[in-house]
């Protein structure tokens, strides 16, 4: 069973930086693709950004587009978003997935981080 571990998150005032990492445990294939969402309080859950395993293709929600990096270190099977200009509306906690195969939805989550941008 592949377990996804978030880590990273906290506190920090706007305009700060945060890193978020995702480690994946007892896997034994490369997943096809892996991705970031987030929940904000009252809100549903949002893409924030993805990438394709193997080739490191990388796709971002507008919202995030020009701040936000998702990258992967598939030696250490670790996922990241490295978070920069934080703002409040960035708010949420954070979780990370994983889709095992090119068809379906994502496959495994993880129990989230949270974020918290102070103004």
């Known amino acids: 069973q592949v377990q996804l571990v978030e880590s990273g998150g906290g506190l920090v005032q706007a305009g700060g930086s945060l890193r978020l990492s995702c480690a994946a445990s007892?896997?034994?294939?490369?997943?096809?693709?892996m991705g970031w969402f987030r929940q904000a309080p009252g809100k549903e859950r949002e893409f924030v950004a993805r990438?394709?395993?193997?080739?490191?293709?990388?796709g971002y929600a507008d919202s995030v587009k020009g701040r936000f990096t998702i990258s992967r270190d598939n030696a250490k099977n670790t996922l990241y978003l490295q978070m920069n200009s934080l703002q409040p509306e960035d708010t949420a906690v954070y979780y990370c997935?994983?889709?095992?195969?090119?068809?379906?939805?994502?496959?495994?989550w993880g129990q989230g981080t949270q974020v918290t941008v102070s103004s």
């Open positions: 007892g896997r034994t294939y490369s997943p096809y693709r």
């Open positions: 990438i394709h395993w193997s080739t490191g293709s990388t």
């Open positions: 997935a994983e889709r095992k195969t090119a068809g379906g939805d994502y496959d495994y």
